[in-house]
């Protein structure tokens, strides 16, 4: 099939001027050709999508999401069927394309059953990167270990999704090798601890360099998968950076030692603002309902992880959209948009970090994240000028008309999946 979307403002996500009057040529799954609607010809049985008055964009990218997550209360999860979670997923999966997003990199929970059913057009998704289990030490962030010897980890083990424990050099090896093994696309390690874990803190360093440099080295042998780091405390992100670690997520404490860092090895910054100010509303809405360690955290993380952000935004590190979706209802993602111009990002770049920055964090830069020639045919139009307003793209209803690989999954505002 043959497709033109035209009509409305192209901002093709290279960060180069928008261009009034623009369209999108697509055969099948590939863009043919994008700019200014008198740059090219297209054929007569093209089908024509007029957008006038919308804004075109490059389907837009989370690169930090838990699709199989969105549940923190202990006693619902215990409560909940294992296998439900996979059709409440579903549902996720929906959300997520309904709010534009049509990429994501899953940091945890996701595995290689659930990407090949989207795959295979069994339910609707976002294409994805998967990294099934992060890797965490023995009582660090990710071990939901209970002095009752109760889990309350988040994510069940299984065979298709292993148990993220390792400690040691020989462990880690294997363990990478584990999760491999089962799918992974991208290694996710917790490198420190974080808000929404009981026994430890944010600023807790968690495995040794050796442990890291064995994560990078054993993902390169496999292909060149990189590595991602839940990372908040300035300690261990500058232990993950130094191991060769591709992409930073959190960086709630940043010094300027890191910030160098990330700018010597040219590694991403994921910030997901997003995170703890959700947490924090979660509490006030839902009293209880969260654990007083995790909404006390999150307070004292916010003012700090802003100004850290900032810093880098200034310093120039190559920031990536993430939200950690699941934290807060899939579907909010581009509430993060607003988040990050707050923090100083123009919203230029702002719509560049979820689209080529976000696409080349991915190492799927040859495939997603601009409207370019021989891409994957994914794009979204908006209702308002997202240049003028990010705040109003909190709003999935703001978002008319979602494609993904050449195929419609929403349009003129009504979900066709």
Same mark, same amino acid.
């Given at each position: 099939?043959t497709?033109?979307?035209?009509?409305g403002t192209?901002? #093709?996500g290279?960060?180069?001027?928008?261009?009034?009057d623009g369209?999108?040529? =697509?055969?099948?799954?590939?863009?043919v050709?994008?700019?200014?609607?008198?740059s090219?010809?297209?054929?007569?049985?093209?089908?024509?999508?007029d957008?006038?008055?919308?804004?075109?964009?490059?389907?837009l &990218?989370?690169?930090?999401?838990?699709?199989?997550?969105?549940?923190?209360?202990?006693?619902?999860r215990?409560?909940?069927?294992f296998?439900?979670?996979?059709?409440?997923? =579903?549902?996720r999966? @929906? +959300?997520?394309?309904?709010?534009?997003?049509?990429?994501? +990199?899953?940091a945890?929970?996701?595995d290689l059953?659930?990407?090949?059913a989207?795959e295979?057009?069994?339910? /609707?998704g976002p294409?994805m990167? %998967?990294? =099934?289990?992060?890797?965490? &030490?023995?009582?660090?962030?990710?071990?939901?270990?209970?002095? $009752?010897?109760m889990?309350t980890?988040?994510?069940?083990?299984? *065979?298709? @999704?292993?148990d993220?424990?390792c400690?040691?050099?020989?462990?880690v +090896?294997?363990?990478?090798?584990?999760?491999?093994?089962?799918?992974?696309?991208?290694?996710?390690v917790?490198?420190?601890g974080?808000?929404l874990? *009981?026994?430890?803190?944010?600023r807790?360093?968690?495995?040794?360099?050796?442990?890291?440099?064995?994560m990078?080295?054993e993902?390169?042998d +496999?292909?060149?998968?990189?590595?991602?780091?839940? !990372?908040?405390? !300035?300690?261990?992100?500058?232990?993950a950076?130094?191991?060769g670690i591709? $992409?930073i997520?959190?960086? %709630?404490y940043?010094?300027?030692?890191a %910030?160098e860092?990330?700018?010597?090895?040219?590694a991403?910054?994921?910030?997901?603002?997003? /995170? *703890?100010?959700?947490?924090?509303?979660?509490?006030?809405?839902?009293?209880?309902?969260l654990?007083?360690?995790?909404?006390?955290?999150?307070?004292?993380? %916010?003012?700090v992880?802003?100004?850290?952000v900032a810093?880098?935004?200034?310093a120039?590190?190559?920031?990536?959209m993430?939200?950690d979706?699941?934290?807060?209802?899939?579907?909010q993602?581009l509430?993060?948009?607003?988040?990050?111009?707050?923090?100083?990002?123009?919203p230029?770049?702002?719509l560049?970090a979820?689209?080529a920055?976000a696409?080349?964090c991915?190492?799927w830069?040859?495939r997603?994240?601009t409207?370019?020639?021989?891409?994957? /045919? #994914?794009a979204?139009?908006?209702?308002?000028? *997202?240049?003028?307003?990010?705040?109003?793209?909190? #709003?999935?209803a703001?978002? @008319?008309?979602?494609l993904?690989?050449? @195929?419609?999954v929403k349009?003129d505002?009504?979900?066709?999946?």
């Amino acid at each position: 099939m043959t497709l033109l979307i035209s009509g409305g403002t192209l901002i #093709d996500g290279t960060g180069r001027p928008p261009v009034k009057d623009g369209a999108v040529l =697509i055969e099948g799954e590939r863009v043919v050709a994008a700019g200014a609607r008198s740059s090219f010809a297209a054929p007569e049985s093209a089908e024509l999508v007029d957008v006038a008055g919308g804004y075109i964009l490059p389907g837009l &990218i989370d690169t930090h999401v838990h699709l199989t997550a969105e549940e923190f209360r202990l006693d619902r999860r215990a409560a909940t069927p294992f296998s439900l979670n996979f059709y409440q997923t =579903i549902d996720r999966m @929906r +959300r997520t394309l309904e709010a534009g997003i049509t990429t994501v +990199r899953d940091a945890g929970g996701a595995d290689l059953g659930l990407k090949l059913a989207v795959e295979q057009g069994l339910v /609707a998704g976002p294409r994805m990167q %998967i990294s =099934i289990s992060a890797l965490t &030490i023995t009582g660090g962030h990710g071990d939901g270990w209970t002095p $009752s010897g109760m889990e309350t980890g988040l994510f069940a083990t299984y *065979p298709g @999704r292993p148990d993220g424990r390792c400690d040691g050099v020989e462990q880690v +090896r294997a363990k990478v090798r584990e999760v491999l093994r089962a799918g992974a696309e991208v290694i996710k390690v917790h490198a420190t601890g974080g808000v929404l874990s *009981p026994t430890d803190n944010p600023r807790f360093t968690q495995f040794s360099l050796a442990e890291l440099e064995v994560m990078v080295a054993e993902g390169a042998d +496999r292909g060149g998968v990189k590595v991602m780091a839940h !990372a908040q405390g !300035a300690a261990g992100v500058k232990r993950a950076l130094r191991a060769g670690i591709h $992409s930073i997520e959190h960086g %709630i404490y940043l010094d300027q030692e890191a %910030i160098e860092l990330f700018l010597e090895r040219g590694a991403f910054l994921v910030p997901t603002l997003l /995170a *703890p100010v959700s947490v924090l509303e979660q509490a006030d809405a839902h009293p209880g309902a969260l654990p007083e360690w995790g909404v006390r955290k999150a307070r004292e993380v %916010i003012q700090v992880h802003k100004e850290s952000v900032a810093e880098a935004v200034r310093a120039g590190v190559k920031v990536a959209m993430g939200t950690d979706a699941g934290v807060m209802p899939h579907g909010q993602n581009l509430r993060e948009l607003e988040l990050m111009r707050q923090v100083g990002m123009e919203p230029m770049q702002v719509l560049v970090a979820t689209t080529a920055v976000a696409a080349g964090c991915l190492g799927w830069q040859d495939r997603v994240g601009t409207l370019e020639p021989g891409k994957l /045919a #994914d794009a979204v139009v908006l209702r308002k000028d *997202p240049l003028a307003d990010l705040a109003a793209l909190a #709003d999935p209803a703001e978002v @008319r008309w979602v494609l993904k690989g050449g @195929r419609w999954v929403k349009a003129d505002g009504k979900m066709l999946v």
